[in-house]
């Protein structure tokens, strides 16, 4: 069947392409962009362009020099400050090179310090991104955006910027150099710079297209793996390792394939290049013989307003030659890299100028003093525009009241949840928390006041101790191990050899699921929230284990507002209210015994219960 279906990383990159192998953006634009970030390094910039200025003008000179030894010396014969001028000229190189190595090192700081700033932007840009964008995009390929894609830039911007600068003025110095010692041998050099420049500016606008496709399949691959490692279990469970194997490889090749075809196409400047370098030597030795023969090499002709020829004026134009042509081919090839780079700056932007984000409004207000009051008022939403998920939801809370919210999957419960949190925008109606409409007060300040205990816990790869702490970064250690007690986990902690200190390793995998589920009850007692969220929180956990989380449960939500969405009966029967959803809307609300009589939709539900089974699930999952 796999070989007559597409794979799942088809289908991935099918539903994430979003566009990225369309016409490339303005260069321009995002080349200027880039160019802001060196705001704050436009002194030490200073000083580089007047080091390399410095390498430059010591290049010339010792080029002006080695031109002096060849006529006035060697060609004359004359020893005398011979050794003076091979001192003089070894000092023009020796200072050449340190101010080269001086102008290197001062961008490698540079350009580190700017992309350490990009970077923050990215990170702190992706915190303030609403969960849907993460809902759109992989892990794997984000990750390549803030690692692969900012160094691709930093070693095109470490490398490039230098070079671009040396070479403009290399190719400034080298034309008057040029031109002061032969016009017409200068005219000659010239005439292949279109060819050069037009090959260019053909292949780089291929080989941009072709580097961003890379850039997403890299992506992609990365996406793949971070998914798989994830799986890991799974795919062991079922035996899938060889699909995956396959699928991989599938992939893998397409990087290949791609890499290939864009490196091909870069590297095609190097031939051309050295085709029309070689045809230029030919056209300056020619003429430069010509010249000879036509009496360019006596001051009195008439033909030495075009230049004097000397021998070592045509050995040392040659060089100039050389120099001006591979800088030439330099800044063709650096274009092709700085296309490179562009294409990563545009994967990094389209994450900075994402619009997902929820921001808050210009007059929120902070939320202080939370009794607990929470208000649907004809809330509809959809994920996706034409596919309603909630439609006209209206639930009144009082402080204090416990609510479960039940429905068979797809319902919209937990919906109701990413809402309240404000993980997603609403499309209609309002959620006021104490007659205030949370569009109205900042996110900061809800989130301080709501906290959530989920099915799937996130631990980090870091102790017991920094993970529960992390709900209150500023909790003293007794307010730790207290929070621990109230939620039935110092005991289990305490036995443990390194106790709080024990190092958790990915999402706390070396924990049972029970004890990771008390560890999340932990950190959201350490916060202390006036409301509560609990979604599916005793679910995947035996019956023993289910009684301590229960216990945790009922410490946990004293005082609080307590939303519930489960589907164990122990968990639902003493709420103060339950909400029965179907397709998005409400159906029934009322007490378990209020339902019950109805002999409705939960009635339904509750009487499917196996009364032979300990775990009373309600048929709703």
């Known amino acids: 069947m796999a070989n007559n279906s597409k794979s799942r990383i088809d289908l991935y990159k099918q539903s994430t392409y979003r566009k990225r192998n369309d016409k490339p953006k303005n260069a321009m634009k995002t080349s200027f962009r880039l160019i802001k970030y060196l705001n704050t390094e436009i002194r030490l910039l200073s000083v580089v362009i007047i080091l390399i200025i410095g390498s430059i003008l010591l290049t010339l000179a010792a080029t002006k020099v080695y031109q002096v030894i060849l006529d006035d010396y060697l060609n004359q014969g004359i020893l005398k400050g011979f050794l003076k001028i091979i001192l003089f000229l070894a000092t023009l190189y020796l200072l050449e090179n340190i101010t080269n190595y001086l102008s290197s090192f001062m961008m490698i700081g540079i350009s580190q310090r700017t992309l350490a700033k990009m970077r923050r932007n990215m990170f702190a840009k992706m915190q303030q991104l609403s969960v849907s964008f993460f809902d759109k995009n992989r892990d794997g390929d984000l990750m390549t955006r803030i690692t692969n894609d900012v160094d691709n830039i930093s070693n095109t911007m470490t490398q490039t910027v230098v070079h671009i600068i040396s070479s403009v003025v290399m190719l400034i110095g080298t034309l008057g150099l040029m031109a002061k010692m032969n016009l017409l041998l200068t005219g000659i050099a010239l005439i292949f710079i279109f060819p050069i420049v037009l090959s260019a500016r053909l292949v780089a606008k291929v080989s941009r297209k072709q580097f961003r496709k890379m850039r997403y399949e890299q992506g992609a691959l990365n996406g793949y793996v971070a998914e798989q490692i994830?799986?890991?279990?799974?795919?062991?469970?079922?035996?899938?390792?060889?699909?995956?194997?396959?699928?991989?490889?599938?992939?893998?090749?397409?990087?290949?394939?791609?890499?290939?075809?864009?490196?091909?196409?870069?590297?095609?400047?190097?031939?051309?290049?050295?085709?029309?370098?070689?045809?230029?030597?030919?056209?300056?030795i020619t003429t430069g013989a010509a010249m000879v023969v036509l009496g360019y090499t006596n001051p009195e002709s008439f033909y030495v307003k075009f230049?004097?020829?000397?021998?070592?004026?045509?050995?040392?134009?040659?060089?100039?030659?050389?120099?001006?042509?591979?800088?030439?081919?330099?800044?063709?090839?650096?274009?092709?890299?700085?296309?490179?780079?562009?294409?990563?700056?545009?994967?990094?932007?389209?994450?900075?100028?994402?619009?997902?984000?929820?921001?808050?409004?210009?007059?929120?207000?902070?939320?202080?003093?939370?009794?607990?009051?929470?208000?649907?008022?004809?809330?509809s939403f959809s994920y996706n525009p034409g596919t309603p998920i909630l439609n006209n939801v209206t639930i009144h809370a009082k402080p204090n009241m416990k609510i479960a919210i039940v429905g068979h999957t797809g319902a919209g419960k937990s919906t109701i949840i990413n809402l309240l949190t404000r993980f997603y925008e609403i499309n209609e109606g309002q959620i006021l928390i104490d007659n205030k409409d949370i569009r109205d007060v900042t996110k900061e300040s809800l989130a301080e006041h709501v906290g959530i205990v989920l099915q799937d816990t996130n631990l980090f790869s870091d102790t017991i101790y920094n993970n529960i702490r992390y709900g209150k970064l500023?909790?003293?250690?007794?307010?730790?191990?207290?929070?621990?007690?109230?939620?039935?986990?110092?005991?289990?902690?305490?036995?443990?050899?390194?106790?709080?200190?024990?190092?958790?390793?990915?999402?706390?995998?070396?924990?049972?699921?029970?004890?990771?589920?008390?560890?999340?009850?932990?950190?959201?007692?350490?916060?202390?929230?006036?409301?509560?969220?609990?979604?599916?929180?005793?679910?995947?956990?035996?019956?023993?284990?289910?009684?301590?989380?229960?216990?945790?449960?009922?410490?946990?939500?004293?005082?609080?507002?307590?939303?519930?969405?489960?589907?164990?009966?122990?968990?639902?029967?003493?709420?103060?209210?339950?909400?029965?959803?179907?397709?998005?809307?409400?159906?029934?609300?009322?007490?378990?015994e209020e339902l019950l009589k109805r002999k409705g939709k939960y009635y339904n539900l509750h009487n499917s219960i196996d009364t032979n089974t300990s775990d009373h699930d309600l048929a709703i999952a």
């Open 230 to 284: 994830n799986g890991a279990k799974v795919i062991q469970s079922f035996c899938q390792e060889d699909e995956i194997i396959r699928e991989f490889i599938l992939e893998s090749n397409n990087v290949k394939n791609t890499t290939i075809k864009a490196l091909t196409i870069a590297n095609f400047m190097d031939p051309v290049m050295g085709f029309l370098n070689n045809i230029r030597y030919i056209g300056i």
């Open 307 to 379: 230049g004097l020829i000397t021998p070592g004026i045509i050995i040392v134009f040659i060089e100039l030659a050389n120099k001006f042509g591979s800088r030439i081919n330099s800044l063709a090839n650096l274009y092709t890299d700085i296309q490179n780079a562009l294409s990563s700056a545009e994967r990094i932007f389209d994450i900075l100028d994402d619009t997902s984000e929820i921001k808050n409004s210009p007059n929120a207000e902070i939320l202080e003093n939370v009794f607990g009051k929470v208000d649907f008022n004809n809330v």
């Open 474 to 592: 500023n909790a003293t250690e007794d307010e730790i191990i207290n929070a621990c007690k109230l939620a039935n986990c110092h005991d289990f902690i305490t036995s443990i050899p390194n106790g709080y200190q024990t190092m958790l390793t990915r999402n706390g995998s070396n924990l049972s699921h029970g004890q990771r589920q008390l560890l999340s009850i932990a950190r959201t007692m350490l916060k202390n929230p006036d409301i509560l969220i609990l979604d599916e929180a005793t679910s995947s956990v035996d019956t023993i284990t289910e009684k301590q989380i229960q216990n945790a449960l009922n410490n946990l939500t004293q005082n609080k507002t307590t939303f519930v969405i489960a589907h164990r009966l122990s968990t639902i029967r003493n709420s103060d209210l339950i909400i029965v959803m179907d397709q998005g809307e409400i159906k029934e609300q009322g007490t378990h």
